[in-house]
């Protein structure tokens, strides 16, 4: 340990001083770059960050511990760099041995040496010019060999030599036109690129589609949304699944073990369900594909016939060997925007039911059927068309797509959530116009409902018991940022309007430390090592959902100041000796 | 829809222009249709060209797609339609980009500010439809404020204030399109004052 200490502290000095060790990168290429392989990805080594939520498993989890919960007091930024460009800055830097790899908003990569921050390339997917963004963001970009994959607003799936930036193909998925749109970070699987689209607010049908990570060719899709003489297209009615929503916009996991893919899916379009009867499968749920040929082995459906906006498209938490009443399954652990934890079991068969319970204020379920976990919904809080009806979660829901992180250290789960939040809303028949929004709502009733004097709160849960362990309350805040657990046992996230960066002890709930960065914090923070110095990293970057969520809260008796400052910029911290 | 209330779809906004169109009577209305969508070639350049001097206006959408806007196609204060120009033989329409839509609405010339009025005729305002913000089509309306709403991200313009931001992140008022009437039909004065859209970002 002393060695380690002395290591770091030698690292942290270079770093400081503008970096006089090992630098792996020139300027304007990468030298010596580490392909990334399945092996790889499957087993990554601890200081690097080469998936989403770091593995397969979506644990958002980082096994460094050198810094902890005792020095965690001594955080302290070794640099920045500012991408630019302002709105949601929602990517985790991706980091393979010293490089990183930031995705940004307006369809942007950036190369920087992750010790010192020095830039290495930038690489800028031109926008057309006619371009509408209804969430110009990105999520981070896919790795695999040495190649970086770039999902963009405008709907291209854009590959990039990580060495040098240089574009290597560029294929059109559908028409950015047309309303679809994509902002997800790829998931690599076995060379395959997979992607889910975005969209649901402009009816589109969603769909999840795999691509040859060598040549850009599209290799299966399968829709989220059945034609009516295939599995469960007899849960829609007349052409409502031409147009029936149930985008996939968030990174799927994967177990390697049973060679599956799970892929959260969501809204049914447009949102009151009175305007698309049935239950509306598979929109608002977890569906299992086989990566190899995009067949779908399973589904689970959190909530049936959506009404409220509640994307599922946040993938559940793998968790193996979790008990459950003296038996160890293998589970899905989702932190929901209806509110509810749900678990579920992965069978050889498919997904099952385990259980459900709320995690934050929901009137919209009265129960769930025991069996099934089915919602009975309360048709009082069920939004439909001509009425205002008030529901809690709003359609923000109890946790957005920020993510959850989980531990296998402390066995706890993560949930940026927003409790107390509830909203009214009033369904409107609109006409389908291509391009244009198509809500089903009108917005001028939409109001948020802030009950107490907190909405966000970071909440601990160990899903085996199905208890919460201990929660931390933000006051007068949303709380909209993923969540990162470290070796360390802490626990990192942003999200609060005070462009606050905190880190909790993961045990206790206990607030350590925090720091105000130059805007709010959306992204997911990560933990990575560089030469024996372990550093946590995060795009501080306000905008979009966020900004929404502030612009209401402002409205209310809450009075908020909608401004936030915009502006992004990468933030790496590490323990001062 | 209800009176007094926001929307934010222009099929519930061509409704009241339905009715308008209707008292006119069927021959005038049928009269002002524009046969086919665009008599050019779908590749004609000048169907991407920004709406030019001379150019009439028709509707984008809704029962009316194609037809003549008019004297007569808008009340005061009704909601605002989407447009595109034509060009004077009609055999162009400018429909090659979404950057040259147009959304038009009618008001009280007296509820104007000077800039606002010299680029109205009869009431009639057009301004450009993309927001300054993320581009989305602004088609949402308050009538009792008489307000523009972009349904994306929540940006409203002043339609009597030549479109100047009243709440919302936008950064700038949507692009002016002086208008003029000749004959009872709407023709374009000058071309667009104000950028259209959003700024580049620069790194």
């Known amino acids: 340990?002393?060695?380690?200490?002395?290591?770091?502290?030698?690292?942290?000095?270079?770093?400081?001083?503008?970096?006089?060790?090992?630098?792996?990168?020139?300027?304007?290429?990468?030298?010596?770059?580490?392909?990334?392989?399945?092996?790889?990805?499957?087993?990554?080594?601890?200081?690097?960050?080469?998936?989403?939520?770091?593995?397969?498993?979506?644990?958002?989890?980082?096994?460094?511990?050198?810094?902890?919960?005792?020095?965690?007091?001594?955080?302290?930024?070794?640099?920045?760099?500012?991408?630019?460009?302002?709105?949601?800055?929602?990517?985790?830097?991706?980091?393979?041995?010293?490089?990183?790899?930031?995705?940004?908003?307006?369809n942007q990569v950036i190369a920087l040496d992750a010790k010192t921050g020095d830039l290495i390339w930038r690489y800028k997917h031109p926008i057309p010019e006619d371009l509408f963004q209804l969430h110009p963001t990105s999520r981070g970009v896919g790795m695999w060999q040495d190649k970086l994959f770039l999902a963009a607003t405008d709907d291209h799936l854009i590959a990039i030599d990580?060495?040098?930036?240089?574009?290597?193909?560029?294929?059109?998925?559908?028409?950015?036109?047309?309303?679809?749109?994509?902002?997800?970070?790829?998931?690599?699987?076995?060379?395959?690129?997979?992607?889910g689209g975005s969209g649901g607010e402009y009816g589109v049908r969603g769909y999840v589609a795999a691509f040859d990570a060598d040549t850009g060719k599209e290799l299966w899709r399968t829709y989220t949304v059945p034609e009516p003489n295939q599995p469960g297209g007899n849960t829609w009615q007349g052409d409502a699944w031409k147009t029936g929503g149930g985008s996939a916009w968030i990174t799927g996991n994967y177990d390697p073990k049973r060679n599956i893919v799970y892929w959260g899916t969501g809204n049914a379009a447009p949102w009151p369900g009175d305007q698309h009867p049935g239950d509306n499968?598979?929109?608002?749920?977890?569906?299992?594909?086989?990566?190899?040929?995009?067949?779908?082995?399973?589904?689970?459906?959190?909530?049936?016939?959506?009404?409220?906006?509640?994307?599922?498209?946040?993938?559940?938490?793998?968790?193996?060997?979790?008990?459950?009443?003296?038996?160890q399954i293998d589970a899905l652990v989702h932190p929901a925007r209806d509110g509810y934890?749900?678990?579920?079991?992965?069978?050889?068969?498919?997904?099952?039911?385990?259980?459900?319970?709320?995690?934050?204020?929901?009137?919209?379920?009265?129960?769930?059927?025991?069996?099934?976990?089915?919602p009975i919904?309360?048709?009082?809080?069920?939004?439909?068309?001509?009425?205002?009806?008030?529901?809690?979660?709003?359609?923000?829901?109890?946790?957005?797509?920020?993510?959850?992180?989980?531990?296998?250290?402390?066995?706890?789960?993560?949930?940026?959530?927003?409790?107390?939040?509830?909203?009214?809303?009033?369904?409107?028949?609109?006409?389908?116009?291509?391009?244009?929004l198509w809500l089903g709502a009108n917005l001028d009733s939409m109001k948020l409902i802030p009950e107490v004097d907190h909405i966000g709160e970071l909440q601990a849960w160990d899903p085996a018991t199905g208890k919460q362990a201990w929660v931390h309350k933000f006051p007068k805040t949303q709380?909209?940022?993923?969540?990162?657990?470290?070796?360390?046992?802490?626990?990192?996230?942003?999200?609060?309007?005070?462009?606050?960066?905190?880190a909790f002890n993961a045990k206790t709930g206990d607030l350590l430390w925090q720091m105000k960065t130059n805007s709010g914090i959306m992204a997911m923070p990560v933990a990575y090592e560089v030469d024996g110095t372990e550093y946590i990293a995060v795009q501080s970057g306000w905008g979009v959902d966020a900004q929404r969520i502030?612009?209401?809260?402002?409205?209310?008796?809450?009075?908020?100041?909608?401004?936030?400052?915009?502006?992004?910029v990468v933030w790496v911290f590490a323990v001062k000796h | 829809m209800t009176k007094g209330k926001r929307t934010d779809n222009m099929a519930c906004c061509s409704d009241p222009v339905r009715r308008s169109l209707l008292q006119l009577g069927a021959a005038a209305t049928t009269a002002a249709l524009l046969p086919g969508r665009a008599r050019a070639d779908d590749e004609d350049p000048r169907r991407m060209e920004r709406p030019q001097v001379g150019d009439f206006l028709v509707f984008a959408g809704g029962d009316q797609e194609g037809a003549l806007i008019i004297e007569g196609a808008l009340n005061v204060?009704?909601?605002?339609?989407?447009?595109?120009a034509t060009d004077p033989s009609r055999k162009v329409l400018r429909d090659g980009s979404r950057l040259n839509q147009v959304l038009v609405v009618r008001l009280d010339p007296s509820t104007m500010d000077d800039e606002t009025k010299s680029h109205a005729a009869a009431g009639f305002l057009a301004y450009s439809a993309i927001c300054t913000h993320m581009q989305c089509p602004v088609t949402g309306w308050i009538p009792e404020k008489r307000i523009l709403h972009c349904p994306c991200h929540q940006s409203e313009y002043d339609p009597s204030q030549d479109a100047k931001v009243v709440d919302g992140p936008a950064p700038r008022p949507l692009a002016a399109l002086p208008l003029k009437m000749v004959d009872g039909k709407l023709q374009v004065a000058e071309q667009f004052i104000g950028k259209i859209g959003m700024n580049k970002q620069t790194m």
């Not at chain 1, 030698?10 to 770059?33: D, I, T």
């Not at chain 1, 990805?41 to 770091?54: A, K, M, S, T, V």
């Open chain 1, 1 to 106: 340990m002393i060695g380690l200490r002395q290591t770091a502290k030698a690292s942290l000095m270079a770093a400081l001083l503008g970096s006089v060790g090992m630098v792996p990168a020139m300027a304007g290429e990468v030298s010596n770059y580490s392909p990334v392989t399945q092996q790889r990805l499957e087993n990554p080594e601890p200081g690097n960050w080469l998936l989403y939520r770091r593995t397969y498993d979506g644990h958002e989890y980082s096994p460094l511990k050198q810094i902890n919960t005792s020095n965690v007091k001594d955080l302290v930024p070794v640099w920045t760099f500012a991408t630019g460009v302002n709105e949601g800055h929602e990517a985790p830097p991706m980091v393979n041995n010293g490089v990183m790899f930031v995705a940004t908003p307006y």
């Open chain 2, 77 to 84: 204060g009704e909601e605002p339609v989407l447009a595109w």
């Open chain 1, 281 to 327: 499968l598979f929109t608002t749920s977890v569906i299992a594909l086989n990566p190899d040929d995009g067949k779908m082995v399973g589904y689970h459906q959190y909530h049936q016939n959506d009404s409220w906006d509640w994307d599922e498209i946040d993938a559940p938490i793998l968790i193996n060997n979790m008990d459950d009443k003296g038996q």
């Open chain 1, 550 to 568: 502030q612009d209401m809260l402002a409205k209310t008796d809450w009075k908020l100041d909608p401004d936030v400052p915009q502006g992004g």
């Open chain 1, 162 to 195: 990580a060495k040098t930036g240089k574009e290597l193909w560029n294929t059109k998925v559908q028409d950015y036109k047309k309303g679809q749109y994509l902002t997800l970070e790829p998931l690599v699987v076995k060379g395959k690129v997979l992607i």
């Open chain 1, 377 to 436: 919904v309360d048709p009082e809080h069920k939004p439909t068309t001509g009425k205002d009806v008030s529901f809690c979660p709003s359609l923000w829901g109890g946790k957005d797509w920020p993510s959850a992180s989980y531990s296998p250290d402390t066995k706890l789960v993560y949930i940026p959530a927003n409790n107390n939040m509830c909203e009214v809303m009033r369904g409107e028949k609109q006409q389908l116009v291509v391009g244009q």
């Open chain 1, 479 to 502: 709380l909209f940022a993923s969540t990162l657990a470290t070796g360390g046992d802490l626990v990192f996230v942003g999200g609060t309007n005070d462009r606050m960066f905190h």
């Open chain 1, 341 to 374: 934890l749900w678990v579920l079991k992965r069978t050889p068969t498919g997904i099952e039911f385990v259980s459900g319970k709320p995690y934050v204020g929901q009137n919209a379920f009265k129960g769930i059927e025991p069996e099934t976990g089915r």
